[in-house]
């Protein structure tokens, strides 16, 4: 499957890519949708597994050091899938944490917003964090109960790959329970490489556009709309990147 990024006015070239936008999506209405061809992608994780990364990897390419905890960015873009045109919303989201009992979930009024709201899952945990995987199971059931029916489009991704020496989690422990949610396991590093990263959004995105059978999210919720999440995006990247640079140009110049 080819993806590739469309070109929109007012869009920001963050990558030095020509393939990979950023666009902005304005509050109301949705104008730089596509109509009836918009794939909502919601990444889901414990604190601290590369949410945040990944998403930036695959939509900039590039590895950005340190984010801010973030409070849930929705980013979003054109791209051509197969041939066709659709607009990709992904949703960045606060983290979750498992209860006392291990078997709840401390999640917040917005993330349950951002899982009724999407389409497709990517649920992240690190594999150098034994407890960001445990989280995964409570947190495929979290999403159940909020989409009781049907079949639920999920990756698990496992990331920081490049901490090899610090795996807590073995790969085929990704796998099984992968498996066992009806996913695809991938293991990726936000941090070394775009590739694994690109692969397992894609794999999603294509998940997402058959269970939709080529249609609109909406039609799955029988017309119900729901308000989608807020979305600071573009502006609060382009700090972030801001940010970075400039202390990246203060530690050359104290040096
Ligand atoms: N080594 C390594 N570090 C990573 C990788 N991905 C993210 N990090 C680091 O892990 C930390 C957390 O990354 P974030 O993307 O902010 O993680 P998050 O899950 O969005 O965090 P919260 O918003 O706090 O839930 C940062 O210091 C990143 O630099 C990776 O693939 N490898």
Redesign the pocket.
Known sequence: MRLTGDPAPGTMNSSGSGNFLLVPIPEYPLLDCVPNKTVKIV?L?????????????FLTKR????????TGALYSRKVTLDGEEVSLQIQ????VALQDDAEGLYCQEQINRSIYWADGYVL?F?I?DHNSYRTIQPLYQHVRRIHPSGNIPVILVG?????LRARQVPADEGETLAASLGGVYFE?????NHEGVHTAFLHLCQEVIRALGGGNGEKRRGGLHLARPKSPNMQELKRRFRQVLSSKVKSATTL
């Open positions: 990444v994780g414990a604190n601290n597994v590369g949410k945040t990364a990944l998403i930036v990897r590895f950005i050091g340190d984010y801010e905890a973030n960045d989201t606060p983290c992240v690190s150098t990331n920081k790959s490049d901490l990726a590093s936000a941090r070394e």
